[in-house]
C-alpha cells in the first residue's frame, strides 16, 4: 500500500491525538495505511498502541468524522474465527 499525503495527513491525527510515544509512529501508520485504503481487517498482535481499546475508540471517532471506514482491528487467531465462520 502507499503512503500518499492522505496517508501521511490521518497518521498525523492519530499520533497526536492517540497521544503515543515517538517511538511507536509507525504505529500511527499501520492504523492509517490500513483505513485510508480501505481494509476490511488490520491483524496485530501490538496490545499497546494498536489493538488496544481505547485506540480503537479514537481511531473509530476520528474515522467517523474523515469519512473513511474503520477496519476491525484483531489478532490472527480473531481472524481465523471469522474465517471459519463463513
Not at 485506540?55 to 487467531?77: D, H, K, L, M, Y
Amino acid at each position: 500500500m502507499e503512503i500518499t499525503d492522505g496517508v501521511r495527513r490521518l497518521a498525523d491525527i492519530y499520533f497526536e491525538t492517540i497521544q503515543i510515544p515517538e517511538k511507536a509512529r509507525g504505529d500511527a501508520y499501520h492504523l492509517a495505511l490500513a483505513a485510508f485504503h480501505g481494509m476490511d481487517f488490520l491483524v496485530t498482535w501490538n496490545f499497546g498502541h494498536i489493538l488496544n481499546p481505547r485506540v480503537r475508540t479514537v481511531v473509530q471517532a476520528i474515522n467517523t468524522v474523515q469519512g473513511i471506514s474503520t477496519p476491525i482491528v484483531c489478532t490472527p487467531e480473531e481472524l481465523m474465527e471469522v474465517e471459519h465462520e463463513d
